[in-house]
């Protein structure tokens, strides 16, 4: 309890000790101090034990200065628990640097293996020209590697009436057609019985594009038939082709136009006999031929007709083809374009039986 | 990591429990605590791993389960386990740490060892600031006494050798 003197709070001795911590540390009023402070002055107990608080935080003050030796620190420190170690754990910066980059290296991987799978590379081609080879190969899913050609002259193609003369025979077999006669060459060459083959030329790679625009020799001997002294076997120009060392100027600044062509199949019985009557039916519709060898070649045991057609004549074709027989029709995209109104057919007739 | 508030907590228990074993415990369970509550990375270069609060009341817990634990209540260390100025009498401590209620013992090494204010104590020992501030009078105010004894006793001790 505390009395009153000339207007001041005294303190008992009880509170005065109480508040002698608090008095040392500065927690009290100015007023409260200064009751301490008198207090003190004349109680002698008081005086003893203010300096026995201000030992006492010296020596806790000192506490601080107190160490532990290093290696308890930092086995302390190390300390983990499960829970910790899972937190620690779930942080990306925290794994190891080799996991950490062999993980990268497997996402990086994966993502351009299925980029290379997923992407369809020939429809990507396509559709961006200048992916491509810079050469008109077969719609692009041909390489062309080599080619050797016979060169001749472009008068037979003028009468095709197609509207490409130079292009016509640019990347010409020994057949005269790149995607029709040719193809017919390679396939099952070993049942040949005679073939037209032309005089096989070895040229340049830089010089075969199909709208090349380099010279050519402008005459060469017609195709001979050889084939009792050149074995039939595939014709040499593979259908893998190479993009031109020397690419056509023209096939890189002119968007590239896309023609098509037909083929038609056909297996019928008496081929031999009908081969010559589908010719003249053929030909009545107005059709020309458009290769190097007339309508009707004999090859192995079929017949071989490509010829351009005026397009109205196209369903009168189908019906006198179909009269025979059954025929199977497809369309390809081909670089050869053909002039307005005009069709370009590859018809292959089988014989089924004798 | 920081070292400063680890060498706190493992001098807290050090001092607190008085037993080597059962200290390293406590502050390696204390440490593991604070780093599965809120990590081990500060949030700035300057600022504490952990707040002092949160310090606290994990010292205080892992305190609670290990003086519980300590055969005969305190066991004592030898002054080789610690690294004290040449000057520091550590029976001083030894004596305090072992007549004075373990609250108040609590209360001293937080607010001396952590550099806590009377509030965080408070906060982390879950009571009124009063309370700390009653607390920590009657602490040093016992050490004081304790180091006056100890001086009165080695100085008669030195007249009776005379």
């Not at chain 1, 000790?17 to 004349?42: C, Q, T």
């Not at chain 2, 004894?149 to 005379?162: A, I, N, P, V």
Request: aromatic residues 6%.
């Amino acid at each position: 309890m505390s009395d009153f003197n000339d207007g001041r709070r005294k303190l008992t001795p009880f509170l005065a000790h109480e508040m002698l911590y608090d008095y040392v540390v500065g927690n009290l009023d100015p007023e409260r101090r200064a009751a301490v402070e008198d207090f003190i002055r004349s109680d002698r107990e008081s005086q003893n034990l203010l300096e026995a608080i201000r030992r006492g935080l010296r020596y806790a003050e000192r506490l601080g200065e107190l160490n532990l030796p290093p290696h308890e620190i930092e086995q302390i420190s190390s300390a983990e628990s499960f829970v910790s170690l899972s937190r620690k754990m779930s942080r990306w910066s925290e794994w190891p640097d080799a996991l950490r980059w062999s993980i990268v290296a497997v996402f990086i991987s994966t993502m351009t293996a299925l980029t290379v799978v997923s992407v369809p590379w020939n429809r990507a081609a396509r559709l961006w020209p200048s992916w491509s080879l810079r050469q008109s190969t077969d719609q692009g899913e041909h390489l062309k590697l080599a080619d050797l050609t016979r060169t001749h002259v472009d008068e037979e193609e003028t009468e095709d009436g197609v509207s490409n003369p130079d292009s016509l025979n640019s990347d010409a077999g020994p057949t005269g057609d790149s995607s029709g006669d040719q193809e017919f060459a390679d396939v099952g060459s070993d049942n040949v019985a005679d073939r037209p083959l032309a005089t096989a030329t070895p040229v340049a790679l830089g010089t075969l594009t199909a709208n090349s625009a380099t010279p050519r020799p402008n005459v060469v001997p017609p195709p001979t038939p050889v084939a009792a002294t050149i074995p039939a076997s595939p014709a040499p120009t593979p259908k893998l082709a190479v993009a031109s060392a020397t690419p056509a100027v023209e096939s890189r600044t002119k968007p590239a136009e896309q023609g098509v062509v037909n083929r038609a199949f056909m297996s019928i019985d008496r081929l031999d006999e009908l081969a010559p009557k589908i010719v003249v039916q053929i030909k009545e519709l107005g059709a020309e031929k458009a290769g190097e060898v007339e309508l009707g070649w004999k090859r192995g045991t079929g017949r071989y007709f490509h010829f351009a057609i005026p397009e109205t004549n196209e369903a009168r074709l189908l019906e006198v083809l179909r009269a025979y027989g059954p025929v199977r029709i497809s369309k390809d995209v081909h670089p050869r374009v053909m002039p307005p109104g005009q069709l370009r057919f590859i018809l292959w007739i089988e014989s089924s039986g004798n | 990591m920081k070292l400063d508030q680890v060498r706190s907590i493992a001098l807290f228990f050090a001092l607190g429990l008085m037993d080597q074993k059962s200290a390293q415990q406590a502050a390696q369970k204390t440490i593991a605590s604070l780093k599965a509550k809120y990590g081990d990375r500060p949030l700035s270069p300057e600022a504490p791993l952990w707040t002092t609060a949160a310090v606290l009341a994990e010292c205080r817990k892992e305190w609670k389960a290990h003086a519980r634990s300590l055969p005969g209540h305190r066991v004592r260390t030898g002054d080789e386990h610690f690294v004290f100025p040449t000057d520091f009498d550590l029976n001083v401590w030894r004596r305090y740490q072992k007549d004075a209620p373990e609250e108040d013992v609590m209360a001293t090494l937080m607010k001396h060892l952590f550099h806590a204010t009377d509030e965080e104590l408070a906060e982390g020992l879950q009571t009124s600031v009063g309370t700390i501030r009653f607390r920590l009078g009657k602490s040093v105010r016992q050490l004081g006494l304790s180091i006056r004894s100890q001086t009165l006793g080695s100085s008669k001790t030195d007249r009776s050798h005379e």
